[in-house]
Each structure stands twice: as C-alpha cells, then as structure tokens.
C-alpha cells in the first residue's frame, strides 16, 4: 500500500476512544490500517478546534499540505502523492476506559529517572547505565518501583552492596511507582507531539505504550 521511510511509519501515533479518552499510542503503520478499514477517524487540532478527518478527505487535504505546510508533517510516499502522517486517531467503536497498571520494566525505569544516576545526578547512554536496589538485596531489599534506581557504572561500584547511608551518598530523588507511563514523558517533550497535551491529564489519563 504504501512505498514509505521506515521512520515515518514507526512514529507514533496517540489512540483515543471514542469518547476522547486516551487509550494507547501505536506506530503510523498501525494507525492507517485503522484508518484505511474505516474503524478510526483522524483527530487534528487547527486554529483551537478540533476536526475530524477520514482517510480520503485526509489523503486530499495532504496534497495541500505537501504544497503549503510540508514542514510541519512526516511523509509516507505513496505511487502518486503523499501522506502526512497524523499524530491523533480516534477509534470509532471502542469506548473502553484507558488501563492504569505501568508494567514494571527497565525500560520505563530508564525513562522515569530520565536516564540519569540517581546518585550522582549526570546522564547516561543506557549502555552506561545499571539499575541498582536502593536497599540491597542482601538487606532485605525487594524488586520494585520505590527500591530500584538508574545508576552509572561508577556509582554502583562505590555503593557495592551497600545502602546509601552505609556508602555515603544520598539519592537526587526517591523512587516512586508512575501513575502513566512514564514513555509518554518523553513524547510530550517533543514538539511535533504537542498536540497529545489535550488528551493526556497526568491526573487522570494513562496511556499504555505498545511494546
């Protein structure tokens, strides 16, 4: 169907229920299937409004915007034209809630503590990073959101296996459980994902990212 840059299609793309709940982010690729099987409409936000597109009179107005706005999209290169891809969908048929579990992962520990050593505070690739129980398993310590940290190599290696009082160093932040996951953080961050802050409360709305 579509000639395309795997990094176009590998974006992501924010789910909302039909009532406009948040519900999941998918990859574009998966987000024109649900479009181009008529079970998702496209939400986007122009002049404060919100208006809903399907995938014909979204493919029309991508023609327009290849000519005038080509900037401020991601392409798909099809036979004839090309597709901006969207940033919201909205599924027409699902009203379930969003789910509120953040699965325990090193991925999502790595982006709640931003990957950066909660003991020394710098940053670091995550090939530089561990994660280290706050209180050792030696000690009791359990596997869990508010026992494990990122740390660099050096730090854990002064810590040992040790608490941080028994090492002498102190924590930048204690460890907590997310109340979304903690992904979405660094989506929002970027620009082009802008749109997604009127649909994620971090009050309210959790949105479970796909593996």
Same mark, same amino acid.
Request: proline share 4%; charged share 25%.
């Given at each position: 169907?579509?000639?395309?840059?795997?990094?176009?299609?590998?974006?992501?793309?924010?789910?909302?229920?039909?009532?406009?709940?948040?519900?999941?982010?998918?990859?574009?690729?998966?987000?024109?299937?649900?479009?181009?099987?008529?079970?998702?409409?496209?939400?986007?936000?122009?002049?404060?409004?919100?208006?809903?597109?399907?995938?014909?009179?979204?493919?029309?107005?991508?023609?327009?915007?290849?000519?005038?706005?080509?900037?401020?999209?991601?392409?798909?290169?099809?036979?004839?034209?090309?597709?901006?891809?969207?940033?919201?969908?909205?599924?027409?048929?699902?009203?379930? =809630?969003? /789910?509120?579990? !953040? +699965?325990?992962? %090193?991925?999502?520990?790595? *982006?709640?503590?931003?990957?950066?050593?909660? @003991?020394?505070?710098?940053?670091?690739?995550?090939?530089?990073?561990?994660?280290?129980?706050?209180?050792?398993?030696?000690?009791?310590?359990?596997?869990?959101?508010?026992?494990?940290?990122?740390?660099?190599?050096?730090?854990?290696?002064?810590?040992?296996?040790?608490?941080?009082?028994?090492?002498?160093?102190? =924590?930048? /932040?204690?460890? !907590? +459980?997310?109340? %979304?996951?903690?992904?979405? *953080?660094?989506?929002?961050?970027?620009?082009? @994902?802008?749109?997604?802050?009127?649909?994620?409360?971090?009050?309210?709305?959790?949105?479970?990212?796909?593996?």
């Amino acid at each position: 169907m579509f000639g395309a840059e795997r990094s176009a299609l590998d974006s992501s793309v924010l789910v909302l229920n039909q009532h406009y709940a948040a519900v999941r982010v998918v990859s574009a690729r998966r987000a024109f299937c649900l479009l181009f099987k008529e079970i998702a409409e496209i939400v986007s936000i122009e002049d404060e409004q919100f208006l809903a597109y399907d995938f014909e009179s979204w493919c029309e107005l991508s023609q327009l915007r290849a000519r005038y706005e080509h900037d401020s999209h991601e392409w798909v290169k099809c036979v004839r034209f090309e597709l901006a891809v969207p940033r919201i969908i909205r599924l027409l048929f699902y009203d379930r =809630l969003p /789910r509120t579990h !953040v +699965k325990f992962t %090193r991925r999502n520990i790595y *982006a709640r503590d931003s990957s950066r050593c909660q @003991y020394c505070g710098k940053k670091f690739p995550t090939s530089e990073l561990s994660l280290d129980h706050v209180v050792p398993r030696s000690h009791g310590g359990v596997s869990s959101w508010t026992n494990i940290v990122c740390c660099c190599i050096k730090c854990n290696v002064r810590k040992g296996g040790r608490t941080p009082e028994q090492a002498h160093i102190k =924590l930048i /932040r204690r460890p !907590v +459980k997310p109340r %979304r996951s903690p992904m979405i *953080a660094l989506r929002l961050g970027h620009e082009k @994902y802008a749109s997604w802050k009127h649909f994620l409360d971090a009050a309210y709305w959790n949105v479970e990212l796909r593996e």
